[in-house]
T-cell receptor, first 115, second 110 residues
């Protein structure tokens, strides 16, 4: 069974540009989560999508946004990039989200570098 | 609000020695608890999880963790460290989203 996949593996952008990161969940999983892992800041929750709807959002500005498609894949968009957006962005997926103990399985991440 | 604290950002052990990585959580209701491992330049891999039932949880690669409600702890142990265990370990609590501890980097000396 294929795991969570993310693309691209690396992304280099300049300040002010937009970045688009993609995630494909494990087959059968309907929930997708995005996390940011920045140096010195640890792993921070960004967004949670389930059945195409945004269910929860972490403490990030509105220029971080995303969406979930009918096939449950997801995009994370970061507008007006800032240097501090440089980080590893991890996507996770899980089964039905109404039971909170569903395990989240992670992809390999997209490393974003903002110059 | 839920929070997760990992004691020690860096732990170093000798090969064959006991591994003990500490995790405490803060919650009025026992959360669902997880340990993940992250190898360099990779994503997170699930080691083990506690949801309900037996408080001693066995995971992959010989790791286990014990949920102690009275101590609000979920420490990770492995009886004998192997060089391949060198990685960063994250404790997490789940209430919808995952709340992670700061991570503990484990080094294993030959």
């Amino acid at each position: 069974e294929a795991g969570v996949t993310q693309s691209p593996t690396h992304l280099i952008k300049t300040r002010g540009q937009q970045a688009t990161l993609r995630c494909s969940p494990i087959s059968g999983h309907t929930s997708v989560y995005w996390y940011q892992q920045a140096l010195g800041l640890g792993l921070q929750f960004l967004l949670w999508y389930d059945e195409g709807e945004e269910r929860n959002r972490g403490n990030f500005p509105p220029r971080f946004s995303g969406r979930q498609f009918p096939n449950y894949s997801s995009e994370l968009n970061v507008n007006a990039l800032e240097l501090e957006d440089s980080a590893l962005y991890l996507c996770a997926s899980s089964l039905l989200s109404w039971t909170v103990q569903e395990t989240q399985y992670f992809g390999p991440g997209t490393r974003l570098l903002v110059l | 609000a839920q929070s997760v604290t990992q004691l020690g950002s860096h732990v170093s052990v000798s090969e064959g020695a006991l591994v003990l990585l500490r995790c405490n959580y803060s919650s009025s209701v026992p959360p669902y608890l997880f340990w993940y491992v992250q190898y360099p330049n990779q994503g997170l891999q699930l080691l083990l999880k506690y949801t309900t039932g037996a408080t001693l949880v066995k995971g992959i690669n010989g790791f286990e963790a014990e949920f102690k409600k009275s101590e609000t702890s979920f420490h990770l142990t492995k009886p004998s460290a192997h060089m391949s265990d060198a990685a960063e370990y994250f404790c997490a609590a789940q209430g919808g989203k995952l709340i992670f501890g700061q991570g503990t980097e484990l080094s294993v000396k030959p």
